[in-house]
């Protein structure tokens, strides 16, 4: 894993502020296609951020100013996740979608979410290999060095 520089300290307990706040959990499922000549495949990964507004804010409103700044703070996160070296994966962020997301598994609250899909750098067709898995494994522990939940908010 890539050694964390000298502002790692600071970075994570603003990361930790953010994630409290925010509630943030994640889920990781497996990005799945379909070729014609071969059917559908796994090729990557897809880890989803969702997060929520502020206590006592407004209910939340898709593309309202507060589901923005949700956005922002997931994309904070996002960015801190993400390993720094050169590897043969790529990730790609989901653009802001105004849009308010439930789950049961999360008992219905109201999200907004950001979506990392990590994925070859090339050969984007090639199933997934032991780089893709490696990056997923090492973002998983990141977020969880920081507060976030793996699936429900449980505190």
Same mark, same amino acid.
């Given at each position: 894993?890539?050694?964390?520089?000298?502002?790692?300290?600071e970075?994570?307990?603003?990361?930790r502020?953010?994630?409290?706040?925010?509630q943030v959990?994640?889920?990781?499922?497996?990005?799945?296609?379909g070729?014609?000549a071969?059917?559908? @495949?796994a090729i990557?990964? !897809?880890?989803?951020l %969702?997060?929520?507004?502020?206590?006592?804010? *407004?209910?939340?409103? #898709?593309?309202?100013e507060?589901?923005?700044?949700?956005?922002?703070?997931?994309?904070?996160?996002?960015e801190?996740?993400?390993?720094?070296e050169h590897?043969?994966?790529s990730y790609?962020?989901?653009?802001?979608r105004?849009?308010?997301?439930a789950?049961?598994? @999360?008992?219905?609250?109201? !999200?907004?979410?950001? %979506?990392?899909?990590?994925?070859?750098?090339? *050969?984007?067709?090639e #199933?997934?290999?032991k780089?893709?898995?490696?990056c997923?494994?090492?973002?998983?522990d990141?977020l969880?060095q920081?507060?976030?939940?793996?699936g429900e908010?449980?505190?």
């Open positions: 894993m890539d050694q964390p520089d000298m502002h790692d300290g970075n994570i307990l603003a990361l502020g953010i994630v409290e706040q925010r959990c994640f889920d990781a499922f497996r990005e799945r296609v070729f014609q071969l059917g559908p @495949r990557g990964y !897809e880890l989803v %969702s997060g929520i507004h502020a206590r006592g804010s *407004h209910p939340p409103m #898709p593309g309202c507060l589901c923005r700044d949700v956005y922002d703070d997931l994309t904070a996160i996002a801190w996740i993400l390993p720094t590897r043969p994966s790609q962020f989901e653009p802001y105004p849009i308010i997301r789950t049961r598994k @999360r008992r219905l609250r109201h !999200e907004v979410t950001l %979506s990392i899909r990590i994925l070859h750098r090339d *050969h984007y067709e #199933p997934i290999d780089c893709e898995t490696r997923l494994v090492e973002m998983k990141r969880k920081i507060g976030a939940c793996d908010w449980k505190r």
